[in-house]
């Protein structure tokens, strides 16, 4: 057995009146909260992080083509959905899904109230998945490819709650065509509930003919392109490669040049993370200089005798790096154990509420993967072996005649 790691197992199975004892107990507590709270912030930043962008690439796909007087309309000009090269976008690599959308602002009125909205209409190729999940009652509505587009609409809770409409309810809207208000009423299918009250409190959904018959438009009419991609990794590559396809004339947008502010708030949230991961990388530093200095100063006569029986610095220091390692070991294991079971108990149970007008999330979200639970036990790990060798280079300076009279 290797002499260095024989000495430092007596070391820590010592029995007896030990000062360092519960010193050492709190260097493990003190790691092991250190890098609960480091996973948990990051699992909590990937959580927010990938609900923001399903939520809103959900209302408006990954990347939008669309005309270039559109940027701030809810009436955009209509392009040609020949020249957005749609069947040629559909081959590209990542390329998820394509869908056609129109855009139509109006009013909803009741008896007493009225509410401007955008009606959004989707053809029967519209992907349904996300407001699927998001459902608070009814169903998806039944759009078709036909003639005669369908009267069913979907509307979010938020604006069923401010105008009274249930499911199964008939709802008038007013649409302003050429000075005149012109009327269309629909029947609501389903209701959703997003949690992004921007989104919720503008956009209902229903069949795209509705906004081609009121526009004159003709079938090949559209007031953009939705696209959807399997990896939001590459967004801006197969933007770019989006971009050659449509050409010159169309305008392709990501979903974050169309919400930057969105964005822009997550990306703050970034900061916020590495912040608390250098402070508590640094906690955990300072708290391995000072258990090894207890512990050298605890066994200051052991490392006399130890020099006197011939044994060098080097091979002293690494009898207690060889200690603080086991110590770092324990805290990261129980670290680990605390951080996965408290991200498990969230998941399952949501047991942390949030105001979801202010976060747009319920309940506190986390997610996270191996890669990053590998990557910050690699940095405590690195971190806490660097600040060893501190309080390590003490010992070159302990005389041994002084150590061995030392009382």
């Not at 039944?142 to 369908?150: C, K, R």
């Not at 999330?361 to 690195?382: C, K, L, R």
């Amino acid at each position: 057995m290797n002499f260095e790691y024989f000495i430092s197992r007596r070391i820590r199975q010592k029995e007896g009146a030990s000062f360092s004892r519960p010193i050492i107990r709190v260097s493990i507590t003190g790691i092991a909260l250190g890098l609960a709270v480091m996973i948990i912030s990051v699992a909590i930043l990937q959580g927010f992080q990938s609900q923001i962008h399903d939520k809103v690439t959900g209302f408006g796909g990954h990347i939008q083509i669309s005309g270039f007087d559109s940027n701030n309309s809810y009436e955009p000009a209509p392009i040609d959905l020949r020249e957005a090269s749609v069947d040629e976008i559909i081959r590209v690599k990542g390329v998820e899904h394509v869908q056609e959308f129109a855009l139509k602002a109006g009013i909803v009125k009741t008896k007493d109230q009225i509410e401007g909205v955008v009606f959004k209409g989707v053809s029967g190729s519209y992907d349904w998945s996300f407001f699927k999940e998001k459902l608070v009652s009814g169903n998806i509505p039944a759009i078709g490819d036909t003639a005669s587009p369908s009267d069913e609409i979907l509307i979010s809770q938020k604006l069923s709650n401010l105008l009274g409409f249930k499911t199964g309810d008939e709802l008038r809207m007013y649409f302003i065509i050429d000075n005149l208000a012109r009327g269309r009423k629909f029947k609501i299918s389903g209701i959703y509930n997003t949690g992004l009250p921007e989104f919720d409190g503008t956009y209902l959904f229903g069949d795209i003919g509705h906004i081609r018959k009121l526009n004159g438009w003709n079938l090949n009419q559209v007031s953009g392109v939705e696209i959807r991609i399997n990896d939001w990794k590459k967004l801006s590559e197969i933007s770019n490669e989006v971009y050659e396809i449509a050409g010159y004339n169309l305008n392709t947008q990501t979903i974050k040049q169309l919400y930057p502010q969105i964005f822009d708030w997550i990306e703050i949230q970034d900061l916020n993370v590495l912040v608390i991961l250098v402070l508590m990388s640094l906690v955990s530093g300072i708290t391995m200089i000072s258990t090894l200095l207890i512990l050298i100063l605890e066994h200051t006569r052991d490392i006399g005798l130890l020099k006197a029986m011939g044994a060098g610095n080097k091979s002293i220091r690494k009898i207690f790096i060889y200690t603080s390692v086991n110590i770092t070991f324990y805290g990261l294991l129980w670290g680990n154990a605390m951080a996965l079971i408290l991200i498990y108990l969230q998941k399952k149970f949501e047991l942390i509420p949030l105001p979801e007008d202010s976060y747009f999330v319920s309940t506190v979200p986390v997610s996270i993967g191996f890669v990053h639970i590998f990557i910050i036990n690699a940095a405590t790990i690195i971190i806490c072996t660097l600040m060893m060798l501190i309080p390590s280079l003490v010992i070159r300076y302990i005389s041994p005649v002084k150590a061995i009279r030392f009382d």
